[in-house]
């Protein structure tokens, strides 16, 4: 999969430095997964959710979500949102 871009990722976790382990760690298995559908995804990421067109991560032990819109069919993963769960939970995403 392409992810789009690394350099919300690092603005993120310059932010908040605890998260740059589980980031990275999340971008390496993108990076190198070839998913076709949602349901494969979850194969790997079980905790992820589909909200509307969107995919949530919870990262670092549920400390943080990343939000993506995943095009399966072109192999694009577009980062949308990387929030703390307080942030994620205000909903402000949504809009």
Do not use: C
């Given at each position: ?29 993108m990076d ?62 949504k809009l």
């Open positions: 999969m392409h992810v789009i871009s690394q350099k919300t990722l690092r603005t993120f976790w310059e932010q908040y430095p605890d998260s740059q382990s589980s980031l990275l760690r999340w971008f390496k298995i190198k997964g070839e998913f076709s559908s949602f349901n494969e995804l979850r194969f790997t990421f079980p905790s992820a959710d589909k909200v509307g067109e969107l995919i949530v991560f919870n990262i670092g032990g549920n400390k943080y979500r990343l939000i993506a819109s995943i095009h399966f069919n072109r192999g694009k993963v577009y980062i949308r949102h990387v929030l703390t769960h307080s942030e994620y939970d205000r909903g402000m995403w």
